[in-house]
């Protein structure tokens, strides 16, 4: 064992060896996290209400969009997974937090910078939205609240993987590290790449608010600019399949049938998942055929690849796992009796469907060259890229927060029947949300307008008044209240734990995780399962297949198999439909 | 308090703790099939781009060109003036040539000049901005492209139905975003009163 600067503890739950600094910085991280998540709830209730007749006014509510969007994807994803960082490669491999005072230093750095951020956006003086796209200018505290923000997350992917290779070099664990932090190593390579990029863009903004240069490109900005704002969704991306593979290990005790093809995927990610940030620049001007196809696609949709792989490795892990431990009934008999009651694993379910489904393949409709003309600057991006983070990436943060903030704070979880039905509200309202926003993005409502009568416009436009717009526009701000709700069920129970919860050396009780016998007395019944299952002449690539017939025996994840294959179908026809509309709009080119 | 986990207690939390030693094993039957279809699937997406190059008719426009916004400005003014049929809402319509170049710009909060085409005919829209960035959407046949000052943008489009199409901005251009509108006129074809 080395010697360890700051004095650990050996958790009563999980057995690993949480150092002190780490669990302190995963924990600040991640509650700050949430509180900016439920200031960008509050905001996202009033531009939801001002779609149905609140009175807010246009400066108002602009502001307002700016700043949800701010806070939502860069400050509330990036400090929960800085959070996660610091947890994976501290207690995850039973290592020491390296240089925590810089991470404090650095935590207050990232804290100043959004305050400066968001004072300039709720002041009107940084109504530029998200995106910044010069000419448009902002004052100059807001790039400089963003650049401070952008190196703040550099820094502590910096530490990050200080304290892996400390890690590797204290001989902390044996031989690979866990499928876990190899994903947050793949989230914070890509990060690494996004944050350049974003500091590019910003820096330039930043040089030019202070008159240092003269005038960026529009052109260049936007692709330095996607750089980070796509490749900031690509680390949301990464981290959230790690979190998936967590919280498989967590809820149903389970992992990857193949481990190996799952870590191959990560490779695939951390290679070519950035090329698709171009998807955004698709019906610009300047850029050749090739260009836009090369890496619209991923080159050769390789990343698309990698998220099939995950689609089947994540559920394959749940099936296989719950076979072990309950047999098999039938195809499907592994997915009825599993843990629905716990907020991880219906998050991890309601996650990975919904992400699969819904956010990958609108992903890819928008990113395909020419479909991607019917969608550009619509609705229909609003609601692709709510399905990804926030049904997706947020869904999964939210359930591996039920683990994480008891386990952290050695307090048990306050209101566990709240949590048992916040995953399934949240995960409601915001379905009816992105489906309604998708569906509104095909009927042409462009993002970002504040009054889609044009009541004030010279030529006014008519056509989002009659036929489904107005129902459709509806539907999104009844979804957008519902998934507020779901938020502020989540944010109740971590704040009321974190404030309230009864202190404990077992903070697992209360809920029924798999986690929730000792990680010892747990082992032994998995052992009577396993030595129960072994006296069957099976292999390692078979399951008890009982009840299934045939040649799906020899499936190591049937039912998982089919659901994939209807998953697939799902695409084509999705793929296929989106052509047909296409070649109904007017000849271009 | 328990101490230090045990090699068997390693393998418990799976995802969360180090695998087994080898954790590369030969694919199943399942994941091999699956990882083929998958992989097929992406080759189509990807030459289905190429595919819809040779056999659609909306195709991504590609043809642009640096212009100073200045130049531009000058040049739709230019243009209107020898165009102009009409005034609608004090923007200046214009009833263009089938085939010929349309300057369309786009400024805060306004696209100019209205214009009035004819159904079937093919129209090279000369598009830019003289200000910031905008968005150039036809509705309700939700066409969108971007416009970026400094870059003039060709967008050929065949309006093949008749009737009136507002034009909305849709990339965030400042307070008046919500004004922004313009309009497309697509008379019948052959209708009386369109030439010039």
């Given at each position: 064992?080395?010697?360890?600067?700051?004095?650990?503890?050996?958790?009563?739950?999980?057995?690993?060896?949480?150092?002190?600094?780490?669990?302190?910085?995963?924990?600040?991280?991640?509650?700050?996290?949430?509180?900016?998540?439920?200031?960008?709830?509050?905001?996202?209730?009033?531009?939801?209400?001002?779609?149905?007749?609140?009175?807010?006014?246009?400066?108002?509510?602009?502001?307002?969009?700016?700043?949800?969007?701010?806070?939502?994807?860069?400050?509330?994803?990036?400090?929960?997974?800085?959070?996660?960082?610091?947890?994976?490669?501290?207690?995850?491999?039973?290592?020491?937090?390296?240089?925590?005072?810089?991470?404090?230093?650095?935590?207050?750095?990232?804290?100043?910078?959004?305050?400066?951020?968001?004072?300039?956006?709720?002041?009107?003086?940084?109504?530029?939205?998200?995106?910044?796209?010069?000419?448009?200018?902002?004052?100059?505290?807001?790039?400089?609240?963003?650049?401070?923000?952008?190196?703040?997350?550099?820094?502590?992917?910096?530490?990050?993987?200080?304290?892996?290779?400390?890690?590797?070099?204290?001989?902390?664990?044996?031989?690979?590290?866990?499928?876990?932090?190899?994903?947050?190593?793949?989230?914070?390579?890509?990060?690494?790449?996004?944050?350049?990029?974003?500091?590019?863009?910003?820096?330039?903004?930043?040089?030019?608010?202070?008159?240092?240069?003269?005038?960026?490109?529009?052109?260049?900005?936007?692709?330095?600019?996607?750089?980070?704002?796509?490749?900031?969704?690509?680390?949301?991306?990464?981290?959230?399949?790690?979190?998936?593979?967590?919280?498989?290990?967590?809820?149903?005790?389970?992992?990857?049938?193949?481990?190996?093809?799952?870590?191959?995927?990560?490779?695939?990610?951390?290679?070519?998942?950035?090329?698709?940030?171009?998807?955004?620049?698709?019906?610009?001007?300047?850029?050749?055929?090739?260009?836009?196809?090369?890496?619209?696609?991923?080159?050769?949709?390789?990343?698309?690849?990698?998220?099939?792989?995950?689609?089947?490795?994540?559920?394959?892990?749940?099936?296989?796992?719950?076979?072990?431990?309950?047999?098999?009934?039938?195809?499907?008999?592994?997915?009825?009796?599993?843990?629905?009651?716990?907020?991880?694993?219906?998050?991890?379910?309601?996650?990975?469907?919904?992400?699969?489904?819904?956010?990958?393949?609108?992903?890819?409709?928008?990113?395909?060259?020419?479909?991607?003309?019917?969608?550009?600057?619509?609705?229909?991006?609003?609601?692709?890229?709510?399905?990804?983070?926030?049904?997706?990436?947020?869904?999964?943060?939210?359930?591996?927060?039920?683990?994480?903030?008891?386990?952290?704070?050695?307090?048990?979880?306050?209101?566990?029947?709240?949590?048992?039905?916040?995953?399934?509200?949240?995960?409601?309202?915001?379905?009816?949300?992105?489906?309604?926003?998708?569906?509104?993005?095909?009927?042409?409502?462009?993002?970002?307008?504040?009054?889609?009568?044009?009541?004030?416009?010279?030529?006014?436009?008519?056509?989002?008044?009659?036929?489904?717009?107005?129902?459709?526009?509806?539907?999104?701000?009844?979804?957008?209240?519902?998934?507020?709700?779901?938020?502020?069920?989540?944010?109740?129970?971590?704040?009321?734990?974190?404030?309230?919860?009864?202190?404990?050396?077992?903070?697992?009780?209360?809920?029924?995780?798999?986690?929730?016998?000792?990680?010892?007395?747990?082992?032994?019944?998995?052992?009577?399962?396993?030595?129960?299952?072994?006296?069957?002449?099976?292999?390692?690539?078979?399951?008890?297949?009982?009840?299934?017939?045939?040649?799906?025996?020899?499936?190591?994840?049937?039912?998982?198999?089919?659901?994939?294959?209807?998953?697939?179908?799902?695409?084509?026809?999705?793929?296929?439909?989106?052509?047909?509309?296409?070649?109904?709009?007017?000849?271009?080119? | 308090?328990?101490d230090a986990r045990s090699p068997e207690d390693e393998r418990e939390l799976n995802t969360l703790t180090p695998p087994e030693k080898v954790w590369w094993k030969r694919l199943g039957p399942d994941e091999r099939r699956w990882l083929t279809i998958a992989f097929v699937w992406c080759l189509i997406l990807f030459t289905g781009m190429y595919v819809w190059m040779g056999i659609g008719d909306q195709q991504t426009p590609i043809e642009s060109y640096r212009i100073d916004p200045d130049d531009f400005a000058a040049e739709t003014t230019a243009f209107i003036e020898e165009h102009q049929v009409d005034e609608m809402e004090g923007v200046p319509v214009v009833a263009p040539p089938p085939g010929s170049n349309v300057y369309l710009q786009a400024s805060q909060f306004q696209f100019r000049p209205v214009l009035q085409l004819e159904e079937g005919e093919t129209y090279r829209l000369l598009v830019s901005s003289t200000d910031v960035q905008h968005g150039l959407s036809f509705q309700p046949v939700n066409l969108n492209f971007q416009v970026l000052p400094g870059?003039?943008?060709?967008?050929?489009?065949?309006?093949?139905?008749?009737?009136?199409?507002?034009?909305?901005?849709?990339?965030?251009?400042?307070?008046?975003?919500?004004?922004?509108?313009?309009?497309?006129?697509?008379?019948?074809?052959?209708?009386?009163?369109?030439?010039?």
């Amino acid at each position: 064992m080395t010697t360890r600067t700051a004095p650990s503890r050996i958790c009563n739950v999980t057995g690993f060896i949480i150092n002190r600094d780490g669990q302190q910085l995963a924990l600040a991280h991640v509650v700050s996290g949430v509180v900016l998540l439920a200031l960008g709830g509050l905001m996202a209730i009033l531009i939801a209400l001002q779609r149905q007749g609140l009175p807010i006014s246009d400066d108002w509510w602009y502001r307002l969009l700016a700043s949800h969007g701010a806070t939502m994807l860069l400050f509330w994803l990036l400090l929960f997974e800085v959070g996660a960082l610091y947890w994976g490669s501290t207690m995850l491999l039973n290592a020491r937090m390296r240089a925590p005072r810089v991470a404090w230093a650095n935590f207050g750095m990232m804290i100043l910078g959004i305050l400066m951020a968001q004072w300039a956006m709720l002041s009107g003086n940084a109504t530029v939205m998200f995106t910044a796209y010069p000419p448009l200018t902002a004052h100059p505290v807001y790039y400089a609240g963003i650049l401070l923000f952008a190196v703040g997350v550099l820094l502590a992917v910096v530490l990050f993987f200080a304290n892996v290779v400390g890690a590797k070099r204290d001989a902390t664990y044996e031989g690979s590290v866990p499928l876990v932090v190899y994903g947050l190593v793949a989230a914070a390579v890509i990060a690494v790449y996004a944050l350049g990029t974003g500091a590019v863009a910003y820096g330039l903004l930043f040089l030019q608010s202070i008159g240092v240069i003269e005038t960026v490109d529009p052109a260049t900005y936007r692709l330095f600019f996607w750089g980070i704002g796509h490749g900031a969704q690509q680390v949301n991306l990464a981290a959230m399949v790690a979190v998936w593979y967590a919280l498989i290990g967590l809820t149903v005790g389970g992992r990857p049938v193949n481990e190996g093809l799952s870590r191959f995927a990560f490779l695939l990610l951390i290679a070519f998942i950035h090329l698709g940030a171009v998807h955004h620049v698709l019906v610009d001007p300047g850029l050749g055929t090739s260009h836009r196809i090369m890496n619209t696609s991923y080159m050769l949709y390789l990343a698309v690849l990698a998220s099939l792989i995950h689609a089947f490795s994540i559920p394959a892990g749940i099936e296989a796992a719950q076979r072990e431990r309950h047999g098999a009934r039938g195809m499907f008999g592994w997915l009825v009796r599993a843990p629905w009651r716990e907020p991880g694993f219906s998050s991890l379910v309601l996650s990975v469907v919904y992400f699969g489904f819904i956010a990958g393949v609108t992903g890819v409709l928008m990113g395909t060259m020419q479909l991607n003309m019917l969608i550009h600057n619509t609705l229909f991006v609003v609601g692709h890229f709510h399905a990804t983070v926030v049904s997706g990436t947020t869904l999964a943060f939210m359930g591996i927060s039920y683990y994480l903030l008891p386990l952290l704070s050695q307090r048990k979880l306050v209101a566990p029947r709240m949590a048992q039905l916040q995953p399934y509200v949240f995960a409601g309202g915001v379905a009816l949300l992105t489906l309604a926003m998708l569906q509104a993005g095909r009927l042409g409502v462009p993002r970002r307008v504040a009054d889609l009568e044009y009541s004030d416009a010279p030529l006014g436009v008519t056509v989002f008044q009659s036929g489904p717009t107005p129902t459709v526009m509806l539907l999104v701000s009844v979804g957008a209240l519902i998934a507020v709700v779901g938020g502020i069920m989540f944010v109740w129970v971590m704040v009321a734990t974190l404030l309230t919860g009864e202190r404990s050396e077992r903070p697992d009780q209360g809920l029924g995780f798999a986690i929730g016998a000792p990680a010892r007395e747990r082992q032994e019944v998995l052992r009577e399962m396993a030595a129960a299952t072994r006296t069957k002449p099976t292999t390692d690539t078979t399951v008890d297949a009982r009840g299934l017939k045939g040649r799906w025996q020899r499936f190591e994840a049937p039912g998982t198999y089919l659901l994939v294959l209807i998953f697939l179908a799902w695409f084509v026809v999705m793929y296929v439909v989106a052509h047909f509309n296409l070649a109904q709009a007017w000849p271009v080119g | 308090m328990s101490d230090a986990r045990s090699p068997e207690d390693e393998r418990e939390l799976n995802t969360l703790t180090p695998p087994e030693k080898v954790w590369w094993k030969r694919l199943g039957p399942d994941e091999r099939r699956w990882l083929t279809i998958a992989f097929v699937w992406c080759l189509i997406l990807f030459t289905g781009m190429y595919v819809w190059m040779g056999i659609g008719d909306q195709q991504t426009p590609i043809e642009s060109y640096r212009i100073d916004p200045d130049d531009f400005a000058a040049e739709t003014t230019a243009f209107i003036e020898e165009h102009q049929v009409d005034e609608m809402e004090g923007v200046p319509v214009v009833a263009p040539p089938p085939g010929s170049n349309v300057y369309l710009q786009a400024s805060q909060f306004q696209f100019r000049p209205v214009l009035q085409l004819e159904e079937g005919e093919t129209y090279r829209l000369l598009v830019s901005s003289t200000d910031v960035q905008h968005g150039l959407s036809f509705q309700p046949v939700n066409l969108n492209f971007q416009v970026l000052p400094g870059y003039l943008y060709v967008i050929e489009i065949t309006p093949d139905r008749p009737g009136e199409y507002p034009m909305i901005c849709n990339e965030f251009c400042g307070l008046g975003h919500h004004v922004m509108t313009g309009m497309v006129i697509v008379a019948e074809a052959g209708a009386e009163g369109n030439a010039p």
